[in-house]
């Protein structure tokens, strides 16, 4: 017999075939909960872009007050909270925002918030000083998680333990295409569409703007956080499932390759002891 | 009656989209109702009720966190959480309450941050059963 025996060759597929079945299961599991996540995605998205869009045109058109939330601080100490999976077998996914957030906290004096326990065990491995370990489930923050997180954030802003708060997540764009991101949240960009359409910045705040900033500004960055949490889980559902597809494809082309193998080993096997009984026969 | 703009959006999805002859909701300075051609305004929400009307006809709903805004005659009601009145679970709402008062009736064990954790949900749930027993 040439080579690796029939049995051998026999116990590959089986584990082959195993794999197969895990890494389709997988892929099924992924296709489900991406629907959700997806459905999350859109319908939450009215939300995030009114939100957005309201306060950056406060930022740009309220020019005659300056609140602490505008000021650009020398800065210092930056937050970043870092959105990634509690899973591996995804792909890029996890390695991609992290990568991403590697590179934007080079040089910087960075405290991170982990989202995701990929995100957690990244920053234990780096020691990169984290702010809190309360959201290492990723699939387990909730809205009011993300309220308080950002209560806490914007406490910790106006008291200058942090210069400057960043998002770094993963923009879900297709269930192909998802591209990791960071985004600055505080302090807001006041420059940011400066030559709006009303641009004289009458606007009337009841009671106060200072009361009102004071009010909005945390439901703003719970808002955000909480987006970029529904579009980081879509795309890690996206990025799995699209890696899940390719393990499953690949197996079955193994698979296909060593039955070829498999039988050429049988036909040798075959055509061996044939010759052995003809020469046999012939003596 | 003259009509604006009028919209509703929560994380869970867009509420309301459409015109509306006037709206009323809880600020953090008291209730606020907005008729069409308001002033360019901007105000952070409480918790409450919230009443839209429109052809002479009313809606409800519990309204909790968040803005409003009124941008050249646009009025966007960017709310946490918001519930038409006929959508809130009464039974639920009532449980709700009823364990919320529960929790609290610990309160000297209790650490600060879960003190006003669960003070935020007696709130919330006292909003949800007055509003549902309106309609």
Known sequence: MAGVSMKDIKIRIRSMESTKQITKAMEMVATSQLRHAQEKVTRSRPYFETLYETVTEIAATNKGYSSEYFTQRQVKQVCYVVIAGDRGLAGGYNHNILKLVAQELAGKQAQVLPIGKKALEYCHQHDIPIVTDAYAQAADVSVGDCFTMAKDLAKAFRQGTFDEVYVGYTNFASILVQTPCTMKLLPLAQSLKAKSSSGQGLRLYEPGVETVLQAIIPEYLGGLIYGALCESVASELGARRTAMDAATKNAEEMIADLNLKYNRARQGAITQEITEIVAGAEE | MATFHLQIVT?????????????????????????????????????????????????????????????????????????????????????????????????????????????????????????????
């Open chain 2, 11 to 135: 994380p869970d999805g867009q509420i309301f989209d459409g015109q509306a002859e006037s709206v009323t909701v809880p600020t953090i300075d008291g209730a606020v109702t907005i008729l069409a051609r308001h002033i360019d305004y901007l105000s952070a929400l409480g918790m409450g009720e919230a009443k839209i009307e429109r052809d002479g006809q009313m809606r409800r709903g519990a309204c909790i966190g968040g803005m409003v805004s009124v941008t050249q005659g646009e009025v966007k009601v960017v709310a946490t959480t918001f519930e038409w009145a006929e959508e809130i679970d009464q039974e639920r709402a009532e449980r709700a309450l009823a364990k919320a008062k529960e929790a609290l009736t610990h309160r000297d064990t209790m650490t600060e941050q879960e003190l006003i954790l669960a003070e935020a949900k007696l709130k919330r749930a006292l909003v949800r059963t007055s509003i549902a027993k309106l309609r």
